[in-house]
């Protein structure tokens, strides 16, 4: 059968192919009107995570593991992509259950079903920048009109995008400040340390002081002193670092192989100066043995302090940040009710409708009149064959 043929039997049948066509169209508009759900998405808009970490401490060395300083320094994407999978996370759809009280919503009565359906109607983009558009679809019921109240579906869809974001900077700052804690509890050891090696050393100053009262360090000593130890106040601190990271990273990571370099060349520059290298003015193995007993100990006890203050200032840096209750992520713009539904389009899905079911129905006619065109053919075949015999 030709193209030409069967644009003739459209034609012949179009009146018929029009009746189905505006009838099952009638149907459509009425089922998407009074029976289909109504789905209402509010969308919230989310600024991307700083670059810059707000610990300030020791603990923000914990970066490459801080959730809103992962990946930092190359693309704020890649540090907005962590926000993304926290909100897609379990936990967050959890917090926003129990905060709104919408388990029987999903109709399930265990929790994390409930929360595994809510993670399906969520919806999170991302865009190059990394601001992040999160919405959640709420879907009312069956017939909106009668079991359905509008305003209540429109106001639940912006309540769950904007607890969605509680949740996301909840859960945020519970891991920037369980990171704080290991870090001030990491610190307060070496303080508690530090300070007993100081209480020794000053100590043992004063005992060698009362012993010697006439013995005193000349200015230039000093001076070579205080520089080694604050070479060696900076040794401690590197060493410190790098007690924090290794727990927390790779062997390879770059954050951590440069602390080790630094340690490195630190201890290679406060041996220097132990050895008597013809840079430093002062070799503390070319001065007498009395003096030479009083400049370790002077050295000891200026080190101690340098390092039990360091780790005050750190220690109560990570305190603070331990205990601050300051929101870590920045709405650009909060969800609010949306005026209008977000699907089903009604008009355009009933001319979409329309359209499938026009050529449906031309399909089937078509395909009728073949059958019976094929049949006749096959029956004229038939009598010609019988009336040569």
Known sequence: MSWHEMLNIVLFNLKTILKITIFSTAIIFLILYFIYPRTYTAIVVVLPPEKNSSLGGLGSLLATQDLSNLMTGNMSSASSQIYVEILKSRSASLFVINKLNIQKEYDEDDIYEAAGKLSEDLSVEINKEGVIKLSVEVDSKYLPLIFSDEYQDKKLSADLSNSFIE???????????????????????????????????????????????????PDQLKTAIESAAKIKTEIVKAEMEIGLLQYNVQDDNKTYQSLKRKLEQLKLQYDKMEMGNQDYLMAFKDIPELGKELAGLFRDVKIQNEVYMLLQQQY?????????????????????????????????????????????????IVLSQRKKFDYKKNVKVDQQISFGR
């Open 316 to 364: 109560y840096k990570e305190k603070i940040q331990e205990n601050r209750d300051l929101p870590t992520v920045e709405v650009l713009d909060e969800a609010v009710p949306p005026l209008k539904k977000s699907s089903p389009k009604i008009f355009t899905s009933t001319i979409t409708g329309g359209i499938l079911v026009f050529l449906f129905t031309a399909l089937v």
């Open 167 to 217: 949740a996301l900077d909840k859960i945020n700052r519970q891991k920037l400040s369980s990171k704080s804690k290991r870090a001030r509890l990491f610190i307060e050891t070496q303080l508690l340390e530090t300070k007993a090696k100081l209480d020794t050393v000053e100590n043992a100053l004063m005992v060698f002081q009362k012993k010697n009262k006439t013995i005193s360090l």
